[in-house]
């Protein structure tokens, strides 16, 4: 049986950032001003990914209030992270966030929880267990930062082709790592007509943009900039004036060499903050109005509505 949505979008997929409160429950309110600068901009948005969402460090109902309170407010595609230490939690999350929203796009890092010979059965299960679309994340730094010495940081290229081949439900990769490793996923990809592979690296994509669309945690910070360079890359809608262009490349450019050196609570209080730091300022941004004061007319506070 097909997965009831067939199709995970192209273009820009938003790492969107994970804000709890004191208590550990998800921050509503930042969450809502933060979806609503990013409405109209991303393609979909990726929850509880492995970078400022917080990936594996999230519990199962931290996922579930999340995913709830976003799947309410918008009719963006949403994929959600379901990888946990183990294979009996990813399946308990993938069960319960399944239950919330039942056009939702699975992702899982499947080295995290198992070896290169268990990912096809574990796709398989998926797969029939819940008939929604799935796509597998390569992330070898969340390997090196959790997993034992012995255990392989990359999803085998043999498995990948393979699981491309008899997997009617993966419908795509997310990868960060070597750009040798992603020629090699892409040739044993290549007789998959459709299948999506996105790149989880922002520097490398603005060099040389995937077609299938880049997962961005810095469009967090400058959406419509990002929203910006990913159409142009991909030409999916109105050319911008190759000077507005241009700054905008500059701009993500900037960002994203910063991102790769901050500290994940870094990045998140950039996010947090709402406003544009100041390394970003100069850079041609204000004649166009695309920075994040004037995007959105408030930052994104904290606090809580309940």
């Not at 166009?288 to 004037?294: F, I, K, M, V």
Request: with cysteine; hydrophobic share 40%; glycine share 10%.
């Amino acid at each position: 049986m097909e997965p009831r949505r067939s199709h995970p979008p192209r273009g820009l997929i938003v790492a969107m950032a994970t804000f709890l409160d004191d208590r550990g429950r998800i921050d509503r309110i930042a969450t809502l001003r933060l979806l609503e600068k990013l409405e109209g901009r991303a393609d979909g948005l990726l929850l509880c990914g492995p970078e400022a969402g917080l990936g594996p460090d999230l519990k199962i109902e931290q996922r579930a209030e999340l995913l709830s309170l976003v799947a309410d407010r918008t009719d963006l595609s949403l994929l959600a992270f379901i990888t946990h230490p183990s294979r009996q939690e990813s399946a308990e999350c993938a069960e319960v966030l399944a239950g919330i929203k039942d056009d939702l796009i699975l992702v899982d890092a499947p080295l995290l929880a198992r070896s290169n010979r268990d990912v096809l059965s574990w796709l398989d299960y998926l797969g029939r267990r819940f008939k929604l679309p799935l796509i597998l994340y390569n992330h070898p730094r969340l390997m090196d930062r959790i997993s034992s010495q012995t255990k392989r940081r990359n999803i085998r290229t043999a498995i990948l082709k393979r699981a491309a081949a008899e997997s009617g439900h993966l419908k795509g990769l997310i990868f960060q790592g070597e750009f040798k490793r992603l020629l090699n996923y892409h040739q044993a990809v290549r007789a998959r007509s459709g299948f999506l592979i996105y790149d989880a690296q922002e520097l490398r994509f603005l060099e040389r943009p995937s077609t299938s669309g880049v997962v961005s945690t810095g469009a967090n910070l400058v959406p419509l900039v990002w929203a910006k360079v990913v159409r142009a890359a991909l030409h999916l809608g109105p050319a911008a004036p190759l000077a507005e262009t241009l700054a905008c490349g500059r701009a993500a450019r900037v960002l994203g060499k910063r991102l790769t050196k901050a500290s994940a609570e870094g990045v998140l209080e950039m996010i947090r903050s709402g406003r544009p730091p100041e390394f970003m300022q100069g850079l041609g941004l204000e004649k166009w109005g695309l920075l994040p004061g004037g995007e959105s007319g408030h930052p994104v506070q904290g606090g809580s509505d309940r």
